[in-house]
């Protein structure tokens, strides 16, 4: 009977549990992986099982990040009994061919193993390396499988680690001497491939708990154990206040629990992690797992299990490390730096590398005055404490950033995507078709984000096209393969008909180009004046937005749970559908990038988004329909048109073109009709 290679779908459980049966066989080399991990793969279409007579003969199971055009492998397994065959290339070609619109594949794999000689038989390429934290500390090389798609140059790793707190009953189950019952869940928190993913973290509340263990050889173990974590130091005043808190909702959440010892030092946890600034507590506790609305409602702090951590990585460190929904109701204020202050800023900003405080005060002089206009703007936040810092100028076409510096703050990683991309639309209107960051010493948090947003490494310096071309791929190409010249880089050439995958990444890399002939789609959203207002300050507030970094990059708009072809990624058109007067709305206000659709009860999409902003749980449940359930379009990078589109033109454009509009719901459009309409915005005569 021949092999046949089947993309195993959630129904199917012998096929799950024959995997699973599979890489337990194999758990010293694979790493653990808890049964949910398999069944949540396929429920994401992303375990390959190679089947002969009904048996499971080799396996892969991997991710489909939404955020990437990468795919993660995880595992790659074949019975031993079985290889030799061409399975594990078989697999591999499997997800290659299932998959074509990804950028490539990406593994690791212990160094000890010696199996580079297999990776490389598969067509993979080394990709660096990272150690890993398990007991051994042992070394996992990264391999890559290019599909062929743009590189965009050279794309940077932007892998921001998730920091998750533990407490002690996952602390033993990894640590511990002796063996928990099934402490596999926990310890899948150390496999392999969360290498980079992942950080642990211990809170003092764990400390105590070490100190107290009866046995001196297990606590002497554990507290020795407690070096391969990181920790963390919260103000106890501020634990004990936030520790008050949570007690008092558990006691009224809660009646039927005691206010013991007990209670009390579960709650120590989430305290010490909200204190600390983190948002992720993984435990197996059943009494913390029942206080888990609690501790998100009073301290902002996911109780989750250690395999909701692996499953569900991606997004729990994109609600931890970017919370734009914490810039609304702030008080940040952006001014030019006065001479005299630079000095002062040098506390602030803290250094590294070879610029040390009076290097970095005298580069700031250097910008005031001279031939050169530079602006000097610093950002601080309602106490007055600067945050923030850059530095610009122009250049020719080009937009230089000689600094660019975000101080220690809760929302530092917010605070520097959102000025990367204020970069970007601050190059794009001045004309500039090239951003260099000059700054040798940009601040981490602006420096890991930049790979999202193609800068790419370019003689010392972070460096990104801005292709202001809407149009078809040859169009791109021309305006974007000459910047690459100037630069002395290369480029793979642009095609029509890309899957919508890859020119989504073009689209971010490159922005604010827009590949037409893609397979991209792109849709018109009816939104009403409300939500357009809240969304993006379009019809204008009475009163200015105290954010001066403007709306986020990133949003949720909700609505009715019926599908109408919705697909992502995608791009999307906004509709103002009527004004808040006679004579307004009925517009076109705008453009974004669709990321995410997704379809749920309204409490789960709001704990879900809550993060990103705008709408309460009200709201939310507003939008739902007589089934329940509401509907997610996540949306990012939104430019406002300087001239919106009115209807009257709105409608001769699609006459023009012989399409019909539907203006009452969210309809897919032509892209055609989208440049059309994207270019009116834009038109400056």
Same mark, same amino acid.
């Given at each position: 009977?021949?092999?046949?290679?089947?993309?195993?779908?959630?129904?199917?459980?012998?096929?799950?549990?024959?995997?699973?049966?599979?890489?337990?066989?194999?758990?010293?080399?694979?790493?653990?992986?808890?049964?949910?991990?398999?069944?949540?793969?396929?429920?994401?279409?992303?375990?390959?099982?190679?089947?002969?007579?009904?048996?499971?003969?080799?396996?892969?199971?991997?991710?489909?990040?939404?955020?990437?055009?990468?795919?993660?492998?995880?595992?790659?397994?074949?019975?031993?009994?079985?290889?030799?065959?061409?399975?594990?290339?078989?697999?591999?070609?499997?997800?290659?061919?299932?998959?074509?619109?990804?950028?490539?594949?990406?593994?690791?794999?212990?160094?000890?193993?010696?199996?580079?000689?297999?990776?490389?038989?598969?067509?993979?390429?080394?990709?660096?390396?990272?150690?890993?934290?398990?007991?051994?500390?042992?070394?996992?090389?990264?391999?890559?499988?290019?599909?062929?798609?743009?590189?965009?140059?050279?794309?940077?790793?932007?892998?921001?680690?998730?920091? %998750?707190?533990?407490?002690?009953?996952?602390?033993?189950?990894?640590?511990?001497?002796?063996?928990?019952?099934?402490?596999?869940?926990?310890?899948?928190?150390?496999?392999?491939?969360?290498?980079?993913?992942?950080?642990?973290?211990?809170?003092?509340?764990?400390?105590?708990?070490?100190?107290?263990?009866?046995?001196?050889?297990?606590?002497?173990?554990?507290?020795?154990?407690?070096?391969?974590?990181?920790?963390?130091?919260?103000?106890?005043?501020?634990?004990?206040?936030?520790?008050?808190?949570?007690?008092?909702?558990?006691?009224?959440?809660?009646?039927?629990?005691?206010?013991?010892?007990?209670?009390?030092?579960?709650?120590?946890?989430?305290?010490?992690?909200?204190?600390?600034?983190?948002?992720?507590?993984?435990?197996?506790?059943?009494?913390?797992?029942?206080?888990?609305?609690?501790?998100?409602? %009073?301290?902002?702090?996911?109780?989750?299990?250690?395999?909701?951590?692996?499953?569900?990585?991606?997004?729990?460190?994109?609600?931890?490390?970017?919370?734009?929904?914490?810039?609304?109701?702030?008080?940040?204020?952006?001014?030019?730096?006065?001479?005299?202050?630079?000095?002062?800023? %040098?506390?602030?900003?803290?250094?590294?590398?070879?610029?040390?405080?009076?290097?970095?005060?005298?580069?700031?002089?250097?910008?005031?005055?001279?031939?050169?206009?530079?602006?000097?703007?610093?950002?601080?936040?309602?106490?007055?404490?600067?945050?923030?810092?850059?530095?610009?100028?122009?250049?020719?076409?080009?937009?230089?950033?000689?600094?660019?510096?975000?101080?220690?703050?809760?929302?530092?990683?917010?605070?520097?995507?959102?000025?990367?991309?204020?970069?970007?639309?601050?190059?794009?209107?001045?004309?500039?078709?090239?951003?260099?960051?000059?700054?040798?010493?940009?601040?981490?948090?602006?420096?890991?984000?930049?790979?999202?947003?193609?800068?790419?490494?370019?003689?010392?310096?972070?460096?990104?096209?801005?292709?202001?071309?809407?149009?078809?791929?040859?169009?791109?190409?021309?305006?974007?393969?000459?910047?690459?010249?100037?630069?002395?880089?290369?480029?793979?050439?642009?095609?029509?008909?890309?899957?919508?995958?890859?020119?989504? %990444?073009?689209?971010?890399?490159?922005?604010?180009?827009?590949?037409?002939?893609?397979?991209?789609?792109?849709?018109?959203?009816?939104?009403?004046?409300?939500?357009?207002?809240?969304?993006?300050?379009?019809?204008?507030?009475?009163?200015?937005?105290?954010?001066?970094?403007?709306?986020?990059?990133?949003?949720?708009?909700?609505?009715?749970?019926?599908?109408?072809?919705?697909?992502?990624?995608?791009?999307?058109?906004?509709?103002?559908?009527?004004?808040?007067?006679?004579?307004?709305?009925?517009?076109?206000?705008?453009?974004?990038?669709?990321?995410?659709?997704?379809?749920?009860?309204?409490?789960?999409?709001?704990?879900?988004?809550?993060?990103?902003?705008?709408?309460?749980?009200?709201?939310?449940?507003?939008?739902?329909?007589?089934?329940?359930?509401?509907?997610?379009?996540?949306?990012?990078?939104?430019?406002?048109?300087?001239?919106?589109?009115?209807?009257?033109?709105?409608?001769?454009?699609?006459?023009?073109?012989?399409?019909?509009?539907?203006?009452?719901?969210?309809?897919?459009?032509?892209?055609?009709?989208?440049?059309?309409?994207?270019?009116?915005?834009?038109?400056?005569?």
């Amino acid at each position: 009977m021949a092999i046949e290679l089947v993309s195993v779908l959630p129904a199917q459980d012998e096929l799950i549990d024959k995997a699973i049966a599979l890489g337990d066989r194999y758990t010293k080399t694979l790493g653990l992986l808890t049964p949910p991990a398999y069944r949540k793969a396929a429920e994401d279409g992303g375990l390959l099982v190679a089947v002969e007579a009904d048996e499971v003969l080799g396996y892969a199971l991997f991710g489909l990040p939404k955020r990437s055009a990468r795919i993660r492998l995880a595992h790659l397994c074949v019975a031993e009994e079985q290889r030799g065959r061409g399975l594990a290339r078989r697999l591999v070609e499997g997800i290659k061919e299932r998959h074509p619109q990804r950028l490539g594949i990406k593994a690791k794999c212990r160094r000890d193993y010696n199996l580079s000689g297999m990776w490389r038989s598969l067509g993979f390429v080394p990709d660096g390396e990272v150690r890993g934290r398990g007991r051994d500390g042992e070394i996992l090389d990264g391999w890559w499988l290019d599909l062929g798609h743009p590189d965009l140059f050279t794309e940077m790793e932007s892998d921001a680690l998730l920091v %998750v707190t533990v407490d002690h009953g996952v602390f033993a189950d990894l640590r511990g001497l002796a063996d928990t019952a099934n402490a596999e869940e926990s310890r899948a928190l150390e496999a392999g491939w969360m290498a980079d993913l992942v950080e642990l973290a211990y809170t003092p509340q764990l400390v105590h708990e070490i100190r107290d263990l009866p046995d001196t050889a297990e606590r002497q173990h554990q507290r020795a154990s407690l070096t391969g974590f990181r920790k963390l130091s919260p103000d106890l005043g501020a634990v004990d206040q936030r520790s008050r808190e949570l007690l008092q909702a558990a006691a009224q959440a809660r009646p039927d629990l005691t206010a013991d010892a007990e209670l009390r030092s579960r709650l120590r946890y989430v305290a010490e992690t909200s204190c600390a600034g983190l948002q992720v507590l993984a435990t197996r506790d059943p009494l913390l797992s029942r206080l888990a609305d609690v501790a998100w409602e %009073v301290a902002r702090v996911r109780v989750v299990s250690p395999s909701t951590v692996t499953l569900h990585v991606d997004e729990l460190r994109q609600a931890q490390v970017y919370r734009p929904a914490d810039l609304m109701g702030t008080e940040f204020r952006s001014g030019e730096v006065p001479p005299g202050a630079e000095d002062e800023l %040098v506390a602030f900003f803290h250094q590294s590398g070879g610029d040390d405080g009076s290097g970095f005060a005298e580069r700031l002089r250097s910008l005031n005055g001279g031939e050169v206009a530079w602006r000097r703007e610093l950002l601080r936040d309602g106490q007055g404490h600067p945050v923030a810092l850059y530095a610009w100028a122009l250049d020719g076409r080009t937009l230089v950033v000689p600094v660019l510096r975000t101080a220690g703050h809760p929302l530092e990683q917010t605070l520097a995507r959102q000025l990367l991309f204020l970069i970007k639309r601050l190059g794009r209107d001045c004309g500039a078709e090239i951003i260099r960051i000059s700054d040798p010493h940009p601040s981490e948090a602006a420096r890991s984000a930049a790979g999202d947003d193609g800068f790419f490494e370019h003689d010392g310096r972070l460096v990104a096209l801005l292709v202001n071309v809407c149009g078809t791929a040859a169009e791109v190409e021309v305006v974007a393969g000459g910047l690459a010249r100037e630069l002395t880089v290369d480029t793979t050439a642009l095609r029509p008909g890309m899957p919508a995958e890859v020119a989504a %990444v073009v689209e971010r890399a490159w922005w604010p180009a827009k590949v037409i002939d893609s397979e991209l789609p792109s849709f018109l959203v009816p939104i009403k004046p409300r939500w357009s207002t809240e969304l993006f300050n379009v019809p204008a507030m009475l009163l200015p937005r105290s954010d001066v970094l403007g709306i986020s990059r990133e949003h949720v708009y909700y609505r009715s749970s019926g599908h109408r072809g919705e697909s992502v990624p995608a791009r999307l058109l906004w509709y103002v559908s009527e004004g808040n007067s006679p004579g307004e709305g009925q517009m076109v206000v705008g453009s974004s990038r669709l990321d995410e659709v997704l379809v749920d009860t309204p409490d789960t999409l709001f704990s879900k988004f809550e993060h990103l902003g705008v709408y309460g749980r009200t709201e939310v449940q507003d939008a739902a329909d007589a089934s329940g359930r509401a509907m997610a379009l996540r949306f990012s990078d939104t430019e406002i048109f300087p001239k919106p589109v009115m209807l009257r033109r709105l409608t001769f454009l699609a006459k023009e073109l012989g399409l019909r509009l539907s203006l009452i719901s969210l309809s897919k459009i032509s892209n055609e009709l989208f440049q059309a309409v994207y270019q009116e915005g834009h038109r400056t005569t």
